[in-house]
Nanobody, 120 residues
C-alpha cells in the first residue's frame, strides 16, 4: 500500500484546513486508516482514524470537537480526508496518514507527511 498525503499549509489560529490521503496498491487489504501528528520536540501522537469497512471513526479528545475524518471511496478514489476546524497553535506539526492491514495492531504503511502550521 502506498499513501500520498496533501493539504497542509500555514493558517491563522481559528482557521481551517483539509488534509487528504489517497491510498494506492493493495487497498483491499486496508483495515484502518489514521492520521497522526508530530509537533517539534514531541512524540508522534494519534489524531483520528477511520475503519476502512463500515466507516467507524475515532478521534483524540483534543480534536474530537474540531476535526472530522471521512472517507471518499466513490470511483475507487480510496481517499480519506481530515477536516480541521478551529485550529490553534497546539495543532502545529507534521501530519502523517498511515494504514493498518487486517491482522495488524500497529500502523505499517505511512504517507510522506504534510506540514501544518498555525500562527497565533
Amino acid at each position: 500500500v502506498q499513501l500520498q498525503a496533501s493539504g497542509g499549509g500555514l493558517v491563522q489560529a481559528g482557521g481551517s484546513l483539509r488534509l487528504s490521503c489517497t491510498a494506492f496498491g493493495r487497498t483491499d487489504s486496508i483495515y484502518n486508516m489514521g492520521w497522526l501528528r508530530q509537533a517539534p520536540g514531541k512524540d508522534r501522537e494519534f489524531v483520528s482514524s477511520i475503519m476502512w469497512s463500515g466507516g467507524n471513526t475515532y478521534s483524540a479528545n483534543s480534536v474530537k470537537d474540531r476535526f472530522t475524518i471521512s472517507r471518499d471511496n466513490a470511483n475507487a478514489k480510496n481517499t480519506v480526508y481530515l477536516q480541521m476546524n478551529s485550529l490553534n497553535a497546539d495543532d502545529t506539526g507534521v501530519y502523517y496518514c498511515a494504514v493498518k492491514e487486517v491482522g495488524m495492531t500497529r500502523y505499517a504503511y505511512w504517507g510522506q507527511g504534510t506540514q501544518v502550521t498555525v500562527s497565533s
